[in-house]
């Protein structure tokens, strides 16, 4: 079975860390871009990085730049959002997806999308 599977959420306190895990399984992530995406009640789904197979593209949105980091293992088939100094604001679900690189925006051309796992930072 294809799919990608995010891991890592929880209830943190502001101003801590998480690390979110996104594991493929039925395919190979090592030719493909990978996107972190979160959905926060009421809001919008949110593009928040991307990074390349080769992880030479790697890209954030001003919201999480200097706070959040992202990374990839090849040989794990896993891509990781560490994800420090969070604020209450970064309650939401994250999304981790999978596609061909869009070399305009250096993110996927989505064709795989995990379930999600639930962030919430909350005192």
């Known amino acids: 079975q294809t799919q990608l599977v995010e891991s890592g959420g929880g209830l943190v306190q502001p101003g801590g860390s998480l690390r979110l895990s996104c594991i493929a399984s039925g395919f190979s992530l090592e030719y493909y871009a990978i996107a972190w995406f979160r959905q926060a009640p009421g809001k919008e789904r949110e593009g928040i990085s991307c990074i390349n197979s080769n992880s030479r593209y790697i890209n954030y949105t001003d919201s999480v730049k200097g706070r959040f980091t992202v990374s990839r293992d090849n040989s794990k088939n896993t891509v990781y959002l560490q994800m420090n100094s969070l604020k209450p604001e970064d309650t939401a679900v994250y999304y981790c997806?999978?596609?061909?690189?869009?070399?305009?925006?250096?993110?996927?051309?989505?064709?795989?999308w995990g379930q999600g796992t639930q962030v919430t930072v909350s005192s």
């Open positions: 997806a999978a596609g061909p690189l869009i070399i305009a925006t250096k993110c996927p051309e989505v064709e795989y």
